[in-house]
């Protein structure tokens, strides 16, 4: 669920179109501004701004130290493959883990052949 709000400032002034209290219990706000232009580059000292609210649930999920090993480890394999170009030049994977009472961090290093100079003719 969402709900939008509106307010619009005039310099230093502002004027809120909305309650103050949200009808979500827990949510995350999303500010968007737009300033009127009247030419290329001069604006009026006008905002228009909207709010938006997202509602989200908490939920409390618990995991075995192997689930949340695995998980942790997914993930970040998911977010260096999309850094990774060329998945070939892929040489090593180190996976490193720390483990406490309440949590599992999980390091993932890819050691990556890449090629970073250029190949130019020097002439003097």
């Known amino acids: 669920m969402q709900e939008n709000k509106y307010s619009v400032t005039i310099n230093n002034f502002r004027i809120n179109f909305y309650k103050t209290l949200s009808k979500l219990k827990n949510y995350d706000t999303i500010e968007e501004i737009k300033k009127i232009k009247i030419f290329s580059d001069f604006y009026l ?17 618990e995991y075995t130290k192997e689930q949340a090993k695995q998980l942790g480890e997914e993930k970040a394999k998911k977010v260096l493959e999309e850094q990774v170009q060329n998945k070939e030049n892929i040489l090593n994977t180190y996976i490193n883990y720390n483990e406490t009472e309440e949590f599992v961090e999980t390091e993932v290093i890819y050691e990556v052949l890449e090629e970073i100079g250029t190949k130019e003719k020097i002439v003097f």
């Open 45 to 61: 000292p006008v905002e228009i701004i909207k709010n938006t609210n997202y509602e989200y649930t908490k939920k409390n999920v």
